[in-house]
């Protein structure tokens, strides 16, 4: 079983490595074609760890992602995570929500669990109050051109 787990674990490494080396995403289900969306990063505080990037138009997955059939991601080291880019994305109405995951645990650490303590960000600058904002306050409608969007990395500690 532990022997599992560390091909697992290993796979998972290889595949997010694949993913910060070419620093695009890849749908989370297969796609024919569609627009590119560009996301440049503000307020990043330091080049710890990776930048963690998920769009879905699941409102019931949004901000996490997690299982969404309707998403993308991206992973870049947080060094490289001025710029992200989604490629081929189907057009329609998407929120995009990014973790500065300091220490690449893969996910977001809280103190006293609740307090954020790394930076996180929201498509249309998404306003949190005592939790992560709605999809419909972070909704952007994607069309068929490319779209460029701007996103401020927030940081509570």
């Known amino acids: 079983m532990q022997n599992r ?8 490494a290889a595949l997010i490595a694949a993913l910060a080396a070419t620093a695009v995403s890849a ?9 590119d969306v560009t ?3 503000t307020n990043l505080r330091n080049s710890d760890g990776v930048l963690r990037a998920c769009m879905t138009r699941d409102e ?9 059939e309707q998403g993308y ?10 710029v992200l880019r989604f490629r081929n994305v189907t057009p329609g109405t998407y929120a995009i929500a990014l973790l ?27 306003r949190v109050r005592m939790g992560p904002p709605d999809f ?4 952007v409608t994607i069309g068929e051109n490319a779209t460029r969007l701007t996103i401020r990395m927030r940081y509570m500690l």
């Open 136 to 139: 419909d306050d972070a909704a």
């Open 100 to 126: 500065h995951d300091e220490n690449d645990n893969g996910r977001a650490d809280r103190a006293l669990g609740m307090m954020p303590t790394e930076g996180f960000g929201f498509s249309r600058d998404a």
């Open 27 to 35: 749908p989370l289900q297969a796609e024919p074609s569609g627009a």
């Open 5 to 12: 787990q560390r091909i697992g674990s290993a796979r998972n």
């Open 39 to 41: 996301v440049s990063v």
């Open 60 to 68: 019931d997955r949004f901000p996490r992602c997690q299982n969404s």
């Open 73 to 82: 991601r991206v992973v870049v080291p947080a060094g490289e995570g001025a």
